[in-house]
């Protein structure tokens, strides 16, 4: 995450600092890529601290590496920098705050980053990003100030300011796993969802292609899986949309009679009631996103002037009889099988074809695998011990089985529920079984690894890597979700270990 910008005066250089204090939280809690969100940081801290450039490196609790991305310069990609390489590997190792006149006459430097990216670092100023518990997350640095060199006031706001980066992250899926250390689990590639199984990184690379275009996008899954989150994923990364609104119809929720109102909007007179005119979710969306959540509960009449917007982006309003035009980019999603409601004429062919341009299917979570299910745990067990404020809990031996075990019929959100319950119902910070509210023994579906204790199930057809991922993920649950233990009975290293998760 390599950023440039241009000198600014010292009046304007403050208030960027106390404006990037005050979005932090905000530009966090976006469902943004991950290199997107740290390319966004960095641009605003080398704009706060009037520097050149900035880069925001995170530990990778897995391979203790450092993490970033120069977005840039897509050639290069990803940089990861071995524990204790550079300047930056040195403050994420010590703790020390780094402030550098001449950089490259620091024995600590490394040169082969500047190499790669065609950059001369001169100045430099390196902190670490701490947690409220004192444990490094990762590093904050920035290069070259343009009128001379990093003050102790700058080293001050860096260090408040990677104070906030640490809270902040804990408000996102990149806060570090149970019990970590140092660094963050870098679950997947989008800050606000949780995923490293093989089903759900083809789900990702479609997503990051569907983001990139401005294609109208059908997600298709079972309830719960998080169809909305994905929508708003598209949105975020969305480099033509994404500041203008994502705009939600839930199409279950609304008699036909308002849904055609509700998303068209109406004019004053079109009704009874009607006194004024209203404008609908279509108008509202405008150069941003309409996320249309269960389109296949639309009444045919309403099928039709969705059809029409699809095509030419034309509507009209309720009552109304002229034109209007919304440049709004549709995301659509359905856990109905349109197909055979387009057989029975329940719903448009045409509108049907329209929608899903690019289909993205999100996998239901017995498909995923028992690790997936207790990365997600860990996730919903930190953010609903936070909101309840229960501190620090943990999640017992027979209760990480019975998460295993169960069928999830109710996928993610019925794991979060679960997840919640157990937080306010335990007495103490141990959840055990009882606590999670499900049934004790649950049978296996055909279509995810049974229970450890029965074995893996391993059908023909599957690559070798899924096999591996299968076989790692049972033993995972057969040991509890303990890693270590888990890494001696493979006889393979505990970082080898998370890599292959």
Not at 5 to 10: E, W
Not at 372 to 383: D, K, N, P, T
């Amino acid at each position: 995450m390599l950023a440039r910008v241009l000198p600014s005066s010292p009046l304007i250089e403050q208030s960027n600092k106390l404006s990037l204090l005050l979005d932090l939280g905000a530009l966090l809690a976006r469902e943004v890529e991950l290199d997107a969100l740290l390319s966004a940081l960095s641009s605003r801290i080398a704009e706060a601290l009037h520097a050149e450039r900035a880069t925001l490196y995170l530990v990778d609790d897995a391979s203790n590496e450092l993490v970033s991305h120069v977005t840039s310069l897509p050639v290069i990609g990803q940089i990861r920098l071995p524990a204790g390489k550079g300047i930056a590997g040195y403050v994420a190792e010590t703790g020390e705050v780094v402030n550098l006149r001449d950089a490259a006459t620091d024995p600590r430097f490394f040169s082969e980053v500047d190499k790669r990216t065609g950059f001369r670092s001169k100045t430099m100023l390196t902190a670490p990003i701490r947690d409220s518990r004192r444990a490094i997350r990762g590093v904050v640095q920035v290069l070259n100030k343009h009128d001379g060199t990093f003050s102790t006031e700058d080293e001050a706001f860096l260090l408040a300011l990677a104070a906030q980066v640490a809270q902040a992250l804990e408000g996102t899926t990149l806060r570090p796993a149970a019990g970590s250390a140092r660094g963050v689990s870098l679950r997947g590639p989008f800050n606000h969802i949780v995923g490293a199984s093989e089903p759900m990184r083809a789900v990702y690379e479609q997503i990051q292609r569907a983001a990139s275009t401005d294609a109208t996008v059908l997600l298709r899954g079972e309830t719960g899986v998080g169809k909305g989150l994905f929508a708003r994923a598209i949105h975020a990364n969305s480099a033509k949309r994404a500041a203008r609104e994502l705009v939600t119809v839930d199409c279950t929720t609304l008699p036909p009679t308002l849904i055609e109102s509700e998303l068209f909007g109406h004019e004053k007179g079109a009704f009874t009631g009607a006194d004024r005119r209203v404008i609908g979710k279509v108008e509202r969306a405008h150069e941003g996103t309409l996320f249309l959540d269960e389109v296949g509960e639309l009444a045919p009449a309403v099928q039709a002037k969705l059809l029409r917007l699809v095509q030419d982006k034309s509507f009209e309003r309720v009552g109304g009889r002229a034109p209007q035009q919304s440049d709004a980019r549709i995301v659509a999603a359905t856990h109905r099988d349109l197909e055979a409601m387009v057989a029975k004429g329940e719903f448009r062919q045409d509108l049907f074809y329209r929608l899903r341009v690019v289909e993205v299917t999100i996998p239901p979570l017995r498909a995923r695998g028992a690790e997936e299910v207790l990365r997600l745990s860990e996730h919903f067990l930190a953010m609903y011990a936070r909101r309840h404020g229960r501190g620090e809990m943990q999640v017992s031996p027979g209760a990480r089985r019975l998460l295993c075990e169960h069928d999830w019929p109710g996928n993610v959100r019925e794991l979060e529920h679960a997840i919640e319950r157990a937080v306010v119902t335990a007495p103490t910070i141990r959840i055990e079984p009882q606590h999670l509210g499900l049934p004790a023994r649950t049978r296996a579906r055909s279509d995810r690894p049974p229970a450890p204790t029965e074995g893996v199930h391993l059908p023909l057809g599957l690559s070798l890597a899924e096999v591996e991922r299968r076989y790692v993920a049972a033993t995972l649950a057969k040991m509890e979700g303990n890693v270590s233990r888990t890494a001696e009975s493979l006889g393979i290293s505990r970082n080898r270990l998370k890599r292959k998760r």
